[in-house]
């Protein structure tokens, strides 16, 4: 074995030749202070990173939601081009379509989700659909007769924004089909703010939209209710439920309800806002321009079909609509309400200036 002197190692001094006193040995490792340091370095750079990551995120979720609406959009265009119409609101009001079954007391209302499944790549899951029986069957099974119960728990991931962390699997809605300024499907004599959206009864074509596709919103989206897993209200996803006889026939008095029914301590509620994208109805799949997007006031509806159900979303700032034309943009909260109104309905006659302030622009 080789001796120190024979590797020419040198033997460390202890002791100073001058005084005799031992030499400083040398630390290995950091000290407290320098710990501190490290630390608050390392949060700072957190602080800076963390918000960024999360933006870069969120950002990548809208686009993708705005995806998610565009290829919706496209379908709209395709059902359009192929049956000269817009997707029928319910099975009944669908003249194209011959069911086989005009028999009083069946409600077949089957949303016009059902009917772009062929034109998203999901044609297994329309063929599944039986459109010739009721829609809702209240009984012990729980929701949906026994021949639809299957599909009626699947889950479509375009259907399902992203941003939305209450929009999972088992059936679920995110996007919903604009009817204008109110809920009510039909123009009727003394309700003149019914039947102005792209979705009414019957069904329009495409023609019908004098405002101008590029004008005119179409789809958009709505956070899916969360009351009946959590047994609390959520003010921007959940419904409110309120009783008016005789109902209202205004945009404006159902903007009014709901805000005093927002301020109200005590609440009833339509926990199941999204549920489901086979059904119809306000509560899953239809929306309206009576409130501004993700208002302060909470949605609500008269027999969980008449009211303000507005477009809500969980990415900051805004929602995502997508036009009749197929285009897709993103709309800020802080729009002004007229111009919001008027992008919902598709024979106001607005003028819509694009070059507006950022309160009263669109886009």
């Known amino acids: 074995m080789l001796t120190r002197a024979q590797l020419r190692i040198p033997r460390?001094?202890?002791?100073?030749?001058?005084c005799g006193r031992p030499l400083p040995v040398a630390r290995i490792g950091l000290g407290i202070v320098e710990l501190l340091v490290v630390i608050g370095i390392l949060s700072v750079l957190a602080a800076l990173i963390l918000p960024a990551v999360q933006r870069a995120r969120a950002a990548a979720r809208r686009l993708s939601c705005q995806n998610h609406l565009r290829q919706l959009a496209l379908a709209l265009a395709r059902y359009?081009?192929?049956?000269?119409?817009?997707?029928?609101?319910?099975?009944?009001?669908?003249?194209?379509?011959?069911?086989?079954?005009?028999?009083?007391?069946?409600?077949?209302?089957?949303?016009?989700?059902?009917?772009?499944?062929?034109?998203?790549?999901?044609?297994?899951?329309?063929?599944?659909?039986?459109?010739?029986?009721?829609?809702?069957?209240?009984?012990?099974?729980?929701?949906?007769?026994?021949?639809?119960?299957?599909?009626?728990?699947s889950t479509v991931q375009l259907f399902l924004c992203p941003a939305d962390p209450h929009a999972g699997p088992g059936g679920y809605v995110s996007y919903r089909g604009c009817t204008g300024i109110l809920d009510h499907l039909a123009t009727r004599r003394g309700w003149p703010d019914s039947g102005h959206g792209v979705f009414r009864r019957p069904p329009i074509r495409f023609d019908h939209i004098i405002d101008g596709l590029t004008y005119t919103a179409a789809l958009s989206e709505r956070l899916v209710g969360v009351g009946f897993r959590t047994e609390r209200w959520h003010p921007k996803r959940d419904i409110l439920d309120f009783i008016a006889v005789p109902l209202p026939n205004r945009t404006e008095q159902y903007a009014r309800i709901c805000a005093h029914l927002t301020r109200r301590p005590r609440k009833r509620i339509f926990p199941y806002a999204g549920r489901f994208w086979m059904f119809s109805g306000a509560l899953f799949t239809?929306?309206?321009?009576?409130?501004?997007?993700?208002?302060?006031?909470?949605?609500?509806?008269?027999?969980?079909?008449?009211?303000?159900?507005?477009?809500?979303?969980?990415?900051?700032?805004?929602?995502?609509?997508?036009?009749a034309d197929g285009h897709v943009r993103f709309v800020s909260d802080s729009i002004d309400l007229s111009v919001w109104r008027a992008l919902g309905t598709r024979d106001g006659e607005e003028l819509i200036d694009e070059t507006a302030s950022d309160r009263s622009a669109a886009f």
């Open 12 to 18: 460390l001094a202890t002791r100073s030749a001058a």
């Open 80 to 153: 359009h081009d192929t049956h000269g119409i817009v997707p029928p609101l319910s099975v009944s009001w669908a003249p194209t379509i011959d069911i086989g079954l005009s028999a009083p007391g069946v409600q077949r209302e089957f949303s016009f989700l059902c009917h772009l499944l062929p034109y998203v790549g999901r044609q297994d899951l329309y063929t599944a659909i039986n459109l010739r029986v009721d829609h809702f069957s209240d009984t012990a099974a729980g929701y949906g007769v026994f021949a639809n119960r299957t599909i009626l728990y």
């Open 286 to 323: 239809q929306y309206n321009h009576v409130l501004p997007p993700n208002s302060r006031v909470t949605d609500c509806l008269a027999a969980d079909t008449f009211g303000a159900v507005t477009a809500r979303s969980a990415h900051p700032g805004g929602v995502n609509v997508a036009f």
